[in-house]
């Protein structure tokens, strides 16, 4: 199951920050992508009340989508969005403990 811990893993950027997983990010296009086609579907291609439908419907969505797959990444450990972003993490954290170190 390594593409499941590999889509659920939450990320971490070059500051050692967490970012969402790949599963919250596709999920952000899949959720938004669907409302917005059923809503212009409901609406008769009247633009602004498709937009407007779209951000009712997908905002409750998104939310209990991220909410579901936070409680699953909280069970995966982190990576790390790149290994050129891991490098240059640990070398912050390497010039951190040397200026606290120095007098």
């Known amino acids: 199951m390594e593409w499941?811990?590999?889509?659920?893993?939450?990320?971490r950027d070059?500051?050692?920050?967490s970012t969402?997983?790949?599963a919250a990010r596709w999920?952000?296009?899949v959720c938004t992508g669907l409302s917005a086609l059923w809503s212009w579907q409901v609406t008769d291609g009247f633009l602004v009340m498709a937009?407007?439908?779209?951000?009712?419907?997908?905002t409750p969505l998104l939310t209990l989508g991220w909410y579901l797959?936070?409680?699953?990444?909280?069970?995966?450990?982190?990576?790390?969005?790149?290994?050129k972003a891991e490098r240059a993490h640990q070398a912050r954290l390497v010039r951190k403990a040397?200026?606290?170190t120095q007098p």
């Open 4 to 11: 499941f811990a590999a889509a659920f893993a939450p990320r």
């Open 14 to 17: 070059h500051k050692g920050m």
């Open 20 to 22: 969402p997983s790949y």
């Open 27 to 29: 999920w952000l296009l």
């Open 51 to 58: 937009a407007a439908l779209t951000v009712m419907v997908a």
């Open 69 to 83: 797959i936070g409680l699953v990444s909280a069970r995966i450990p982190a990576r790390y969005i790149l290994a």
């Open 98 to 100: 040397a200026e606290t």
